[in-house]
């Protein structure tokens, strides 16, 4: 098996604003010496880093790509947002949207981490890869397109499937995104459509706070092509395998898509800043497998694992290594030197119990026709 890995140097050099946590410094808000939003680049860099010190890079078909075109961004965004942001990042750099600041030079960047994005998926589809990663930087599962937010400024996984779609056909895809925030922007792009199938686990109420319900079903064409598994704080590695077994396989199953990618973020770690779950690498890793058997059984292991969140810079590079480990068949390991602590840490039996349930009814509504 060959696995691809798509990253650029150039992509850790995105820069955000003057924030302290996800908060503009000023008023009662004091500066910090390490201060900035936390969407950086130490957790991207230090699982390079990781990779590297392990061999795990060695095992993988590591490269670049060419920055995402302008045709290829106007599949999914309007040239005014595009031509607005470009002339902001070429005065010096600003911010659009919610929480999305760049520096100079910042929509060279967003345009080569969409460009990983896409190269990931081509490279798949044509068969030159048999799965891949890309190691996007920044983010994409929160823009719209035209309103970018959650420190994403260009929707990359919208963007490799449209671009895909135009040059090889490609046909139903699913995407699966199991960052711990609502994927609101990948959901708003194919709202009305069915030939892309889109499913969301996240916390409950965490980001957006005002979507992701599991009503949410799609409209139009799109009706019951959009599904999300909102959880609550407090879910670990038990009912995230649930998810996998009992919602999440069967909607595939349903779907039959040709291509599956992954909206690959880890913030659902038990220590990540921006939630309150409990998923470990050992999670992640297990999650990896089980896509990776649906791809194997439905779309002859077509997968692309594109990352969003996490943002923990310790505890990242042990759950991306684990995923990677996993999607590349690689026997090379990085032991989650936090496994013990956080195994103590999983939800009670009797919450765990009460999690299945949950799982359970998540189930029952999404398997019933929307009205």
């Not at 990359?156 to 040059?167: L, V």
């Amino acid at each position: 098996m060959t696995t691809g890995f798509f990253w650029d140097e150039r992509c850790f050099w995105h820069a955000g604003g003057n924030y302290v946590f996800t908060l503009p410094v000023g008023g009662l808000v004091q500066p910090q010496v390490t201060g900035g939003l936390p969407e950086n680049p130490e957790t991207k860099r230090r699982l390079k880093n990781l990779m590297d010190v392990t061999g795990l890079t060695n095992d993988l078909a590591a490269q670049t790509a060419a920055p995402a075109e302008w045709e290829d961004l106007l599949r999914v965004h309007p040239a005014s947002y595009l031509s607005e942001f470009k002339r902001l990042s070429d005065a010096g750099g600003g911010e659009l949207g919610r929480r999305t600041p760049f520096a100079a030079g910042g929509f060279e960047i967003a345009t080569l981490s969409a460009g990983l994005s896409i190269a990931a998926v081509e490279a798949v589809l044509t068969g030159d890869l048999d799965n891949a990663y890309a190691l996007s930087r920044p983010p994409g599962h929160h823009c719209l397109p035209d309103f970018p937010n959650g420190f994403c400024l260009l929707a990359n996984i919208a963007i490799a499937i449209e671009t895909a779609k135009a040059r090889h056909g490609l046909g139903k895809v699913a995407v699966l995104d199991w960052d711990v925030h609502h994927g609101n922007g990948t959901e708003a792009i194919y709202y009305d459509r069915d030939d892309v199938l889109t499913i969301s686990i996240h916390q409950e109420g965490n980001y957006p706070t005002d979507t992701g319900a599991i009503t949410d079903r799609g409209r139009g064409a799109g009706e019951g092509y959009n599904m999300n598994v909102p959880l609550p704080a407090g879910a670990g590695h038990t009912a995230y395998l649930a998810v996998m077994d009992e919602i999440v396989r069967p909607a595939l199953d349903a779907f039959q898509p040709d291509m599956i990618i992954v909206a690959c973020g880890f913030d659902a770690s038990a220590c990540d800043p921006l939630a309150r779950m409990l998923a470990t690498a050992d999670t992640f890793q297990q999650m990896t497998l089980s896509i990776k058997d649906a791809a194997a059984d439905l779309c002859d292991g077509k997968l692309v694992l594109v990352h969003e969140g996490g943002y923990s810079e310790m505890y990242v590079p042990f759950c991306g290594h684990a995923t990677l480990e996993a999607l590349s068949g690689s026997a090379i390991t990085a032991p989650d030197p936090m496994a013990e602590t956080f195994a103590i840490r999983q939800p009670s039996a009797r919450f765990d119990a009460f999690l299945r349930e949950i799982v359970r009814d998540a189930a029952d509504v999404l398997r019933t026709p929307s009205t």
